[in-house]
């Protein structure tokens, strides 16, 4: 059988239904055109079980790269923000940046024709897979290091915070003086590298006004929240009623404490957090 002509013979043994099946699928596969955004790329690594992975703030694809290299037999669809890690900001670079980001991932999805993949998301990007589980796109979710709340990350409130950070996005965006500060930050961080400033501080605004937290009860499907925690036993506890209370909402939530870690798990204890993963996409 050639590239461009079935062979009679060949159609006669797979039969009627078959021979319509493969003539759909030849067709799909010339007119399927790549899917296009102007708020992330997207790109896919191995074969096997579909697994959407989403990067927190300023963060690309390359913060998974140890992780995968651990865990064959998946296919990785690695989401870059536009703006982050070395992407032109595009649509990305003024207005509403959270909600915007969620329905594109959603329509990657749909794209892609993937069914209800698995979605894990390291703080940001934990974040967005919980939006995706509201929106029934999620078939399982791993959120890394981040509670349902984004002002609570560092200790306060949407309702408090959200107008702080209101505040700030101005500040880093509208001023000579912060936006050489926040560029001070990008350039000191190594993860934040080729990130722009903007996008960072319109991230960090919708994040200080989310709380997903009264929403939890609607995600219907496994949910797994990993947290880390340092050496300190009083301190660890702590940040765990922290997120048990957080997290209340979900039924049958499971949450996986890792440590000694700082907030980027899969950097500080890549061993454990594979084998939390892989136990995860195995359940």
Known sequence: ??????????????????????I?????????APFASRRIAVTTRGAGRDVILIAGLASGPSLWSGMMAKLPGYRWHLVHVRGFAGLAADANASGPLVQPLADEIARYIKAAGLVRPAVVGHSMGGTLAMMLGLKGAAGRIMVVDMLPEGAAMVGGTARGMGYLANQLSQYFTGTK???????????????????DPDVIANALRDLA???????????????????????????????????????????D??????????????ADQPARFSAVVKRFLSS
């Not at 759909?24 to 399927?32: F, N, T």
């Not at 003086?177 to 990130?195: E, H, T």
């Open 1 to 22: 059988m050639d590239g461009s002509i079935i062979d009679r013979r060949a159609l006669l043994r797979m039969g009627a239904g078959a021979c319509a099946g493969l």
């Open 24 to 32: 759909l699928l030849r067709h799909q596969s010339a007119s399927a």
């Open 177 to 195: 003086a912060g936006r050489a500060y926040l560029a001070q930050i990008v350039a000191d961080s190594p993860g934040a590298k080729g990130s």
């Open 209 to 251: 006004n989310v709380d997903l937290g009264p929403q939890l009860g609607r995600i219907a499907v496994p949910m797994e929240v990993v947290y880390a925690v340092g050496a300190d036993a009083a301190q660890s506890a702590q940040i765990a009623r922290n997120f048990r209370s957080a997290y209340a909402a979900k039924k």
């Open 253 to 266: 939530l499971k949450l996986t404490p890792i440590g000694p870690s700082g907030h980027v798990i899969m």
